[in-house]
């Protein structure tokens, strides 16, 4: 639906920014593929109020449409961690759109209706007779207009259903989700109840801007393998002074020049595991890199890169860059990420000992120490969740930087701990 709903607003030249409502990386990055802009990140549980406002706006200030997905929560739990819809509903003021698969709908029995609720888009109806009986009775049960509506369409849904986790889904497929919308939406309306919300506004709670405390170059590995960033963070590294270049661990022999912190985001790599293993120049400049006395940080599928051998899909393992003594094994089965506080043991580049870090465990891999590998965590369930050795970090835990500012800032600190034990 969501993506319908973006191919057709782009179609009548309204450009679109997509936020998602937890500091998580989607399961395929639809937006990007539609829109041209990666999905940006907030999360009530990292972010204080003014920082998402601050997020929120710098984010969208290049669109004409911000659209903030995540699911309602009914129960309200405020034990539940994790970040939640609700809360950046009433710090943005943000009207509430909620999506109803009515196939869901039975006699006498109706999901739980979020509140307060501005509109209505249904879900898999199947034909004009019951969106029109629907339509009346949802409008005047739960006093929300219905905005629009999609059909089962089983073939499109099939073909989404077989793209590969972390693929983007084929731009056509998206257009033809968007014609068939159109057969059933209100645009007047949907964009009468995004425009009549002014943008929040924010004072910045510390300057983005300026020159660095000290010059830094922050190579990113960017390709089919490693793609998964978030775009806050990289944005207020640039904004600090840092330089921030890309390159290509699958077909580039060597590393940006003079570069001081080299970092590995998520991705999938175990599915070029072989191209990666094969690729020996960048091997020996990771490790020359490391030699020299300068930095590296992997996570997720970054940090299983750093690890002396990878799981592939089909069970084998290849040989990675070896500079955490530990195996990278790939996690059977479907698992939710878990948000996590954990507590740094002991200190480290990223930052000092007490430090508290939050984020969302990546649910996809495991590490298996094969050596002496260097924890950092305080929490005995996590422990390798958060490791390193000499002056590479690996977490496990998708930490957004931007939002943890004292983590950031050691990026640009050029006097690191030694993690030799």
Not at 58 to 74: M, N, Q
Not at 404 to 421: A, G, I, R, V
């Amino acid at each position: 639906m969501l993506w319908a709903l973006m191919d057709l607003l782009r179609s009548r030249g309204i450009e679109v920014q997509s936020f998602l409502s937890q500091a998580l990386f989607p399961r395929h990055p639809g937006a990007a593929a539609i829109t041209g802009l990666d999905a940006r990140h907030l999360d009530s549980w990292l972010m204080s109020p003014e920082t998402c406002r601050e997020a929120f706006v710098r984010g969208a200030r290049s669109a004409d449409l911000a659209l903030v997905e995540g699911r309602f929560d009914p129960s309200g739990d405020p034990e539940v961690r994790g970040g939640k819809l609700e809360p950046l509903c009433e710090w943005l003021d943000l009207p509430r759109v909620a999506i109803v698969d009515v196939s869901e709908i039975g006699p006498c029995r109706l999901p739980r209706c979020p509140q307060p609720l501005d509109g209505l888009l249904l879900d898999r109806v199947s034909g004009r007779a019951e969106f029109a009986r629907l339509a009346t009775d949802l409008e005047s049960l739960w006093r929300a207009p219905v905005l629009g509506a999609l059909e089962d369409v089983p073939k499109l849904r099939g073909e989404l259903a077989a793209i590969p986790r972390g693929n983007a889904p084929p731009r056509e497929v998206c257009h033809q989700l968007g014609e068939q919308l159109a057969r059933w939406w209100n645009p007047d309306r949907l964009l009468e109840l995004a425009y009549r919300r002014e943008m929040p506004h924010f004072c910045p709670q510390r300057p983005c801007c300026g020159p660095a405390e000290t010059e830094l170059t922050v190579a990113i590995a960017y390709d089919e393998a490693f793609n998964c960033y978030f775009p806050d963070a990289l944005d207020m590294l640039e904004a600090r002074g840092a330089s921030v270049v890309d390159f290509s661990p699958l077909r580039d022999e060597h590393l940006p020049p003079q570069a001081d912190v080299v970092y590995f985001g998520c991705g999938h790599p175990e599915r070029y595991a072989a191209t990666l293993s094969e690729n020996h120049c960048m091997t020996a400049a990771l490790r020359s890199h490391l030699c020299a006395g300068r930095r590296v940080y992997g996570e997720g599928g970054g940090a299983a890169y750093l690890c002396q051998q990878m799981e592939t899909p089909d069970g084998e393992f290849k040989r990675m860059v070896g500079v955490l003594p530990a195996v990278a094994r790939l996690v059977a089965g479907p698992r939710c990420a878990e948000p996590l506080e954990l507590t740094l043991s002991r200190p480290n580049w990223l930052g000092n000992a007490g430090a508290q870090v939050r984020g969302y465990q990546n649910a996809s891999w495991r590490l298996e120490p094969t050596g002496k590998l260097m924890s950092f965590s305080a929490e005995p369930a996590y422990q390798y969740c958060l490791v390193g050795s000499f002056h590479s970090v690996g977490s496990m835990v998708h930490l957004d930087f931007a939002v943890q500012p004292t983590f950031l800032d050691h990026f640009f600190c050029p006097e690191t701990p030694s993690l030799q034990q």
